[in-house]
C-alpha cells in the first residue's frame, strides 16, 4: 500500500522539536524485564467492624495472590483527615511508601450519598502527584470496585475512575459493582458464589494483565512533551555546568 499523502504541508511551527518525539514500537521494548511478583496495593473505604468493602478487597487480594502477586492491604485507622496533620505522620508515610512500592493498586468503595466515602477519599488526598521527583501513583495500574447496601449503582466506581484519571493512573476497563452487598458476603466474610463474585475474578485477571504489560514499559508510557519541554531548561542548564559551559545567556 502506497505511503498516504499528508493532510497539511504548512509545517507545525509551535512544535519544540529538540523535545518532540515520535512514539515508535521499538520505543515499547522494556530496557529490562522484571523478575519479581507483581507488586498491588488495596485501599478500602469504610472502618466499619463488619465492612463489606474490606471483604471485597480482601476477596480482590486472595485472588491477585492466586494469580502470582504480592498483596498489600492498606488499614486506615488511625489515618488522620488531610491538613489535620502533616505529611511526616507514620499513617501517611506508610501509604505513601506503600503507594510507591506498588506497580497497580486497586480501590473499593463503598457508595454513600451516591459517591466514594471520606474514607476512601481521605487516603486518596494523602497521596501527592509528585513528592520531589517521585510519582507514588503515576503509571501504575489501577481497578475500581464498590459495594452498596441498596441496588446496583456505578457512582462510587464513576467518581473512582476520575481519581485514577487525575492520579495518572492506568485504570482498566473493567470495574465490579456489588448491590446488596450484606447478601453477598458470608457470616465469616467470603464472598458467595455466583455472577457478582465471577466479575470480581474477571476484574482480577484484567488487572494482572494489564499489569505485567505496562509494568516495565509505565515510564514511557506516562512520559508527556509538555513535560519534556519544562525540564528542558534544566538539563541545559546541567549540562552546561558539567562542560564549565555559562548557560545564563540564553
Given amino acids: 500500500m502506497d505511503k498516504p499523502k499528508p493532510l497539511f504541508t504548512d509545517g507545525i511551527p509551535n512544535l519544540a522539536e529538540p523535545v518532540f518525539a515520535v512514539p515508535r514500537p521499538e520505543h515499547l521494548k522494556?530496557?529490562?524485564?522484571?523478575?519479581?511478583?507483581?507488586?498491588f496495593l488495596i485501599l478500602y473505604g469504610s472502618l466499619r467492624e463488619r465492612s463489606f468493602s474490606r471483604f471485597l478487597a480482601h476477596e480482590a487480594a486472595r485472588l491477585l495472590e492466586r494469580m502470582g502477586g504480592e498483596v498489600r492491604i492498606y488499614d486506615a485507622h488511625g489515618l488522620p483527615l488531610p491538613d489535620d496533620a502533616t505529611a511526616d505522620h507514620p499513617k501517611v508515610q506508610e501509604l505513601r511508601?506503600?503507594?510507591i512500592w506498588?506497580?497497580?493498586?486497586?480501590?473499593?468503595?463503598p457508595e454513600r450519598h451516591g459517591n466514594l466515602t471520606g474514607v476512601m477519599k481521605s487516603q486518596i488526598d494523602w497521596l501527592p502527584l509528585s513528592e520531589g521527583s517521585?510519582?507514588?501513583?503515576?503509571?501504575?495500574?489501577?481497578?475500581?470496585?464498590q459495594v452498596s447496601g441498596g441496588s446496583q449503582s456505578f457512582n462510587a466506581v464513576n467518581a473512582l475512575r476520575v481519581l485514577g484519571r487525575w492520579m495518572r493512573m492506568i485504570t482498566i476497563p473493567n470495574q465490579s459493582s456489588v448491590p446488596m452487598a450484606f447478601q453477598e458476603f458470608d457470616e465469616a466474610g467470603r464472598m458467595k458464589p455466583g455472577p457478582l463474585?465471577?466479575?470480581v475474578v474477571d476484574v482480577c485477571e484484567e488487572l494482572m494483565k494489564f499489569t505485567l504489560l505496562t509494568r516495565e514499559r509505565a515510564d514511557y508510557?506516562?512520559?508527556?512533551?509538555?513535560?519534556?519541554?519544562e525540564r528542558a531548561?534544566?538539563?541545559?542548564d546541567r549540562?552546561?555546568?558539567d562542560l564549565g559551559l555559562s548557560t545564563s545567556g540564553r
Fill in 134 to 145: 517521585v510519582r507514588p501513583t503515576q503509571g501504575r495500574t489501577l481497578a475500581v470496585m
Fill in 221 to 229: 508510557l506516562v512520559d508527556r512533551y509538555s513535560e519534556r519541554k
Fill in 30 to 39: 522494556p530496557r529490562e524485564t522484571a523478575t519479581h511478583a507483581p507488586r
Fill in 102 to 109: 506498588s506497580e497497580g493498586q486497586v480501590w473499593v468503595s
Fill in 239 to 241: 549540562i552546561g555546568a
Fill in 197 to 199: 463474585y465471577d466479575r
Fill in 97 to 99: 511508601n506503600l503507594s
Fill in 233 to 236: 531548561p534544566k538539563d541545559w
